[in-house]
């Protein structure tokens, strides 16, 4: 059983599940907790690719004069438990059970255990066992106020419902106090309302609303009704059994990064230090998005009839599966881009950077010569290209990047959203590329975008100071507390 700390100051375990997008925001999330709130940390790490988690981790806080601890988790022998053709949910829900039994049994050899667990959005599993251990459960949903409102809702919601209006007939799903998500917007694991994925999503966020409590990765200006709705005395509130804090933006940024790091790559920023202001796009899709090898080509293309300068970080095709890196980003690999079309990278030499596999993103984007974004629309890569004042192409490949796409193109007026075959499975052609980083990079409504961004990134730098975001960490610390001691008298 968790026994308090000796010298009583709370202590947060924060278990991560497979994938970039979720250690970084994670990690930062521990770093705050231990920086600024005088938590104690420990980082349960469940990793799929232990180099590149660790060398990322190294990366985030070998500057601290105090890190949070890392206990890196077994890792699970999980192909009997799945099929031949896994799904990326399915090894991720997997890995994450599987890892369960190492995870209590080390809390319970600990001699001053966590009080509380942060799971995220696939570390729901581990709530009971938390209880279980005496430790209090939170959530940390490491998106935005929008999706978190959908799976917060989602156990409400009547399945049958779904089916017939928003899957048949296409209409828009209602969120309370919400925008609602348009068909073309809507999540894959909604497609099925009756069938055993929804199911699954709709048990999870029932776990999540059973939670103490839930923290997300966004702040009130951005996101202004959903986190009203979301708010204590918010029209969604009454499906959480704890309160619901927007500790965002929780990002790497450039005043915060490790200079000495390998990860800084020299080249790329000696290039960029020659290139003129707002002058260059860079492209990216996250450390999970691969396309395939028709996409790719169509790409360079695109990104050589536009004319204008680029970064590109590049993957080897993979034929459909758009997240073929989530589990082994390969930061550190390099492989020669053969599978460019022939000639590109010769003829592209004065114009743009192709980089293999990992580039330095946070760096990239906060450079002055970077205007624009390609992005898959990954939450973080959208609060980093806030924190980097550039106007985005909002290219959705999976998971919630659709919803984030059109916040972002339609609700924020930061982005042009690439439009083409892609969203239904095929290819979006040279020319729309080549059109819609014209529009970002060169033509008014780009630099429209821009001083947008520019806005939202003056109010995510309020939100970190004082009274905004990290007032809610400084809340949730007092409310964990206050229930902790609750609990140890019994009441
Ligand atoms: N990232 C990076 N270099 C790359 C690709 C990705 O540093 O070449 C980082 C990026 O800065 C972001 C994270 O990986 O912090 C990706 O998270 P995001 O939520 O954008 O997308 P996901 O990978 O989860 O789809």
Same mark, same amino acid.
């Given at each position: =059983?968790?026994?308090?700390?000796?010298?009583?100051?709370?202590? &947060?375990?924060?278990?991560?599940?497979?994938?970039?997008?979720?250690?970084?925001?994670?990690?930062?999330?521990?770093?705050?907790?231990?920086?600024?709130?005088?938590?104690?940390?420990?980082?349960?790490?469940?990793?799929?690719?232990?180099?590149?988690?660790?060398?990322?981790?190294?990366?985030?806080?070998?500057?601290?004069?105090?890190?949070?601890?890392?206990?890196?988790?077994?890792?699970?022998? !999980?192909?009997?438990?799945?099929?031949?053709?896994?799904?990326?949910?399915?090894?991720?829900?997997?890995?994450?059970?599987?890892?369960?039994?190492?995870?209590?049994?080390?809390?319970?050899? =600990?001699?001053?255990?966590?009080?509380?667990?942060?799971?995220?959005?696939?570390?729901?599993?581990?709530?009971?066992?938390?209880?279980?251990?005496?430790?209090?459960?939170?959530?940390?949903?490491?998106?935005?106020?929008?999706?978190?409102?959908?799976?917060?809702?989602?156990?409400?919601?009547?399945?049958?419902? !779904?089916?017939?209006?928003?899957?048949?007939?296409?209409?828009?799903?209602?969120?309370?106090?919400?925008?609602?998500?348009?068909?073309?917007?809507?999540?894959?694991?909604?497609?099925?309302?009756?069938?055993?994925?929804?199911?699954?999503?709709?048990?999870?966020?029932?776990?999540?609303?059973?939670?103490?409590?839930?923290?997300?990765?966004?702040?009130?200006?951005?996101?202004?009704?959903?986190?009203?709705?979301?708010?204590?005395?918010?029209?969604?509130?009454?499906?959480?059994? $704890?309160?619901?804090?927007?500790? $965002?933006?929780? @990002?790497?940024?450039?005043?915060?990064?490790?200079? #000495?790091?390998?990860?800084?790559?020299?080249?790329?920023?000696?290039?960029?230090?020659?290139?003129?202001?707002?002058?260059?796009?860079?492209? /990216?899709?996250? /450390?999970?998005?691969? +396309?395939?090898?028709?996409?790719?080509?169509?790409?360079?293309?695109?990104?050589?009839?536009? +004319?204008?300068?680029?970064?590109?970080?590049?993957?080897?095709?993979?034929?459909?599966?758009? /997240?073929?890196?989530?589990?082994?980003?390969?930061?550190?690999?390099?492989?020669?881009?053969?599978?460019?079309?022939?000639?590109?990278?010769?003829?592209?030499?004065?114009? #743009?950077?192709?980089?293999?596999?990992?580039?330095?993103?946070?760096?990239?984007? #906060?450079?002055?010569?970077?205007?624009?974004?390609?992005?898959?629309?990954?939450?973080?890569?959208?609060?980093?290209?806030?924190?980097?004042?550039?106007?985005?192409?909002?290219?959705?490949?999976?998971?919630?990047?659709?919803?984030?796409?059109?916040?972002?193109?339609?609700?924020?007026?930061?982005? @042009?959203?690439?439009?083409?075959?892609?969203?239904?499975? $095929?290819?979006?052609?040279?020319?729309?590329?080549?059109?819609?980083?014209?529009?970002?990079?060169?033509?008014?409504?780009?630099?429209?975008?821009?001083?947008?961004?520019?806005?939202?990134?003056?109010?995510?730098?309020?939100?970190?100071?004082?009274?905004? /975001?990290?007032?809610?960490?400084?809340?949730?610390?007092?409310?964990?507390? &206050?229930?902790?001691?609750?609990?140890?008298?019994?009441?």
């Amino acid at each position: =059983m968790a026994t308090a700390n000796n010298d009583k100051k709370p202590h &947060a375990a924060i278990l991560t599940s497979p994938g970039m997008g979720h250690l970084i925001p994670e990690v930062e999330l521990g770093k705050s907790l231990l920086t600024q709130h005088a938590f104690d940390v420990t980082i349960f790490l469940i990793t799929t690719d232990l180099a590149t988690a660790r060398s990322q981790i190294h990366q985030q806080t070998s500057h601290l004069k105090t890190a949070p601890n890392v206990v890196e988790l077994p890792q699970p022998d !999980v192909s009997s438990k799945l099929g031949p053709d896994p799904s990326l949910l399915d090894r991720i829900v997997v890995t994450m059970t599987e890892s369960l039994p190492s995870l209590r049994s080390f809390i319970l050899s =600990m001699k001053h255990p966590p009080s509380l667990l942060v799971v995220d959005l696939f570390g729901t599993e581990a709530i009971p066992m938390a209880r279980d251990l005496g430790m209090q459960p939170f959530v940390f949903l490491t998106t935005s106020a929008w999706f978190s409102a959908l799976t917060i809702h989602l156990s409400a919601m009547d399945p049958n419902q !779904v089916e017939n209006t928003h899957i048949k007939n296409r209409e828009p799903l209602p969120i309370p106090g919400c925008e609602p998500i348009q068909f073309e917007d809507t999540l894959e694991a909604l497609l099925d309302p009756l069938g055993p994925i929804y199911e699954g999503y709709s048990k999870v966020s029932k776990v999540i609303n059973g939670s103490d409590g839930i923290l997300i990765n966004t702040w009130q200006d951005l996101e202004p009704s959903a986190t009203k709705a979301l708010g204590d005395s918010g029209i969604l509130r009454r499906f959480t059994n $704890g309160p619901v804090y927007p500790v $965002g933006p929780l @990002v790497r940024t450039l005043a915060d990064r490790d200079t #000495g790091s390998v990860h800084v790559d020299n080249k790329v920023m000696r290039w960029l230090d020659r290139q003129p202001t707002e002058s260059v796009i860079y492209v /990216s899709f996250g /450390s999970g998005g691969t +396309m395939s090898e028709a996409q790719i080509r169509e790409l360079a293309w695109g990104l050589e009839l536009s +004319m204008q300068r680029f970064v590109w970080v590049v993957r080897p095709p993979i034929e459909g599966d758009a /997240s073929g890196s989530y589990f082994d980003v390969g930061i550190g690999g390099h492989g020669s881009p053969e599978y460019l079309p022939k000639g590109f990278v010769e003829r592209t030499k004065e114009l #743009g950077l192709v980089i293999p596999m990992w580039a330095p993103q946070v760096e990239i984007l #906060g450079h002055a010569a970077t205007g624009g974004f390609v992005t898959h629309c990954g939450w973080n890569s959208v609060l980093e290209a806030i924190f980097g004042g550039v106007a985005m192409v909002a290219w959705p490949l999976y998971s919630e990047q659709k919803m984030n796409a059109a916040m972002l193109s339609k609700e924020l007026g930061v982005a @042009v959203r690439a439009r083409g075959e892609a969203e239904g499975g $095929g290819v979006v052609g040279r020319d729309e590329i080549a059109r819609v980083v014209r529009r970002v990079m060169v033509e008014e409504e780009g630099g429209a975008m821009r001083a947008k961004v520019k806005e939202l990134k003056a109010s995510a730098e309020k939100a970190v100071c004082e009274f905004g /975001s990290s007032e809610s960490l400084r809340q949730f610390r007092t409310y964990s507390r &206050a229930a902790s001691e609750a609990k140890a008298r019994g009441a």
